[in-house]
């Protein structure tokens, strides 16, 4: 299924029964790597898996921003009529959920973020210069948005007032003391470090953070 929100055309798929939950991926995948997780969480949610921006069946755009992603998603939620939906995202998706929250605040019931930065320098040395490389042979702006953006203060973080979960892997490629300091800086939010995986082991083609979702989201 297709949704026109701020001028751009994003595919989606929708599984499910039950209250409202949409799943942001991360940067240069789409939608499917939430195949198993969403297959899991359709007992209990209607769950809408949408393509951002300049990925997978979603209309191309020349430059990336992550205040874009966060506007398309509260546009997203708004078209299709969604009352108060649990908002999952990982990665640049989480991002997109701390901006998401931080400027809607009536907008969402609950927030999940899986390996979210707060800077370009929240990402480990190793990966973050091979971003760097990688962004002279990608055309697109997938990797250059990694190393100017995103720049999420302290005061966004204090401003978010819905139930938040804080997750990420114990190999992450983010810093974890970046992800302690979401989940410190954040009212109330919970913090979840999954053992013995890095960025994407429990969530691409994985049921483990639905699990994770389904004990931490009451029904």
């Not at 798929?13 to 899991?40: Q, W, Y």
């Not at 992450?172 to 939010?189: F, S, V």
Request: charged share 25%; with cysteine.
């Amino acid at each position: 299924m297709f949704v026109t929100v701020n001028g751009v055309r994003l595919y989606y798929e929708k599984t499910g029964t039950g209250r409202p939950l949409v799943m942001a991926h991360c940067n240069s995948m789409d939608h499917k790597i939430f195949g198993k997780a969403a297959k899991a969480l359709s007992s209990r949610f209607t769950v809408y898996c949408p393509d951002t921006r300049d990925h997978g069946k979603s209309q191309r755009v020349k430059t990336l921003h992550y205040d874009d992603m966060a506007e398309d998603m509260r546009a997203f939620i708004t078209a299709l009529g969604l009352e108060k939906p649990v908002f999952y995202g990982f990665s640049d998706g989480g991002v997109t959920g701390l901006l998401l929250a931080a400027r809607c605040p009536d907008l969402l019931s609950a927030l999940i973020v899986s390996g979210a930065s707060l800077r370009p320098d929240s990402t480990k040395d190793l990966p973050l210069r091979f971003f760097r490389l990688w962004s002279h042979v990608d055309r697109s702006d997938k990797m250059r948005i990694m190393l100017r953006e995103p720049d999420i203060t302290d005061e966004t973080l204090r401003s978010i007032t819905v139930p938040t979960f804080v997750t990420a892997g114990q190999r992450d490629l983010i810093r974890e003391d970046h992800t302690r300091h979401i989940a410190e800086t954040i009212p109330g939010a919970r913090l979840r470090i999954f053992p013995g995986v890095g960025h994407t082991g429990y969530i691409v083609r994985s049921r483990k953070i639905a699990d994770y979702i389904l004990s931490v989201i009451p029904e």
